[in-house]
RNA sequence: GGUCGGUUUGCCGAGUGGCUAGGCGCUGGUCUGCAAAACCAGUUACAGCGGUUCGAAUCCGCUACCGACCU
């Protein structure tokens, strides 16, 4: 199957990936799997900017609003899904285009990612509760106990990172570690990265004017609607957690409006951090339709036809 | 014209003689199951000129600008 090629497009938020990967995936004549942990949700559409009907008209789109925001969904469950997907999709198509820009969820099905046991979710609250009661350094001090390759190795300021390889360490008694086999996974196809990027200052005004748009295509309203999923992960979103702090009448509404701009730039410049460090991607302009077409025909011998 | 108050980094805002305020914004970075998450780091300025002092954002003088009041 190494010509079987995977495409992926990647990126900042609202750079153009979807049109981008709707123009490449209808040339190729193949469908599209969204790597998108917040597409996924069926109840969000506005605020995550779920492609359109007339994009999904046009190519087949997969792993978009296939869950509830009150499932649970992580990387690993991504990983599996796409790869029954594209197992699918390449008995009758060489290429398939995989687009998102959820950096961990393409990582994870390009290179896999190990598989750890679930989680006791009572020892989970228990820790919740002991971090917010003793602090970290309580945390920090069993981690060095229970997994002292864990404590050398993770980000000792970060809790969430403490928390995982704690609750790991305690639900199964072995070392977070000693699930982590630090391999690669094989996998039966070939990949080619596609990164779309512009011009920093352009990039911010045209999150700025999505942001404007989504209101106006009543985001306000569908925000309304997730108000009893607001503690849920899948809301912990931009776009949302802003808005349910208007709702509160904590903030206003501009100002809601300016941190949702503010918190999508952040947000694309973090997945460019994700992405920058990346060497196999090939950056294009988000308007580059002819040079990237070239760039895969020049990598991927297939032998299709546009 | 006079009196008084003010002028601090991109913005807000402390600081009255020696020690990095801080917040926001912005930028760079980290990353194996909540990743649109979580976390780390950087961003050293005091309106201008002159003076006092070992040393001035802090004291003195002049100039400029802003504001309040007076004539």
Not at 9 to 36: F, H, N, Q
Not at 110 to 126: C, F, L, M, N, S
Not at 252 to 259: I, T
């Amino acid at each position: 199957m190494k010509n079987k090629y995977a495409i992926f497009i990647v990126g900042p938020t609202g750079v153009g990936k979807t049109a981008m990967a709707v123009r490449v995936a209808g040339a190729l004549g193949t469908e599209i799997i969204s790597a998108d942990s917040r597409q996924a949700y069926k109840e969000l559409n506005i605020g995550t900017a779920v492609p359109g009907t007339e994009y999904l008209s046009r190519v087949r789109h997969h792993l978009v609003h296939h869950r509830s925001v009150q499932d649970k969904y992580n990387a690993s469950m991504f990983e599996v899904e796409a790869l029954q997907i594209m197992e699918k999709l390449f008995r009758e198509h060489d290429t398939v285009v995989i687009a998102g820009g959820s950096g961990l969820y393409i990582q994870a099905l390009i290179v896999g990612i190990d598989d750890v046991p679930g989680v006791d979710p009572e020892i989970r609250k228990r820790l919740l509760e002991r971090l917010y009661d003793e602090g970290l350094e309580s945390l920090r001090f069993e981690l060095k106990k229970l997994d002292p390759d864990s404590w050398a190795s993770i980000d000792l300021k970060n809790p969430a990172r403490i928390l995982k390889a704690l609750e790991i360490s305690l639900t199964t008694g072995k070392p977070y570690s000693s699930f982590l086999t630090k391999k690669s996974k094989h996998r039966d196809f070939s990949t080619l990265k596609i990164g779309l990027n512009m011009d920093r200052a352009a990039l911010y005004a045209r999150i700025d004017e999505r942001v404007e748009d989504m209101m106006e295509d009543g985001l306000l309203d569908e925000v309304k609607s997730c108000l009893a999923y607001r503690d849920l992960n899948a809301l912990n979103t931009v776009g949302y957690k802003e808005l349910f702090d208007y709702l509160d009448g904590r903030i206003s509404l501009d100002v809601a409006v300016r941190l949702i701009k503010r918190n999508s730039r952040r947000y694309a410049r973090r997945q460019l951090t994700w992405f920058n460090r990346d060497d196999e991607i090939a950056w294009f302009g988000p308007d580059r339709f002819e040079e990237i077409m070239d760039h895969i025909h020049r990598n991927a011998q297939t032998g299709y036809q546009i």
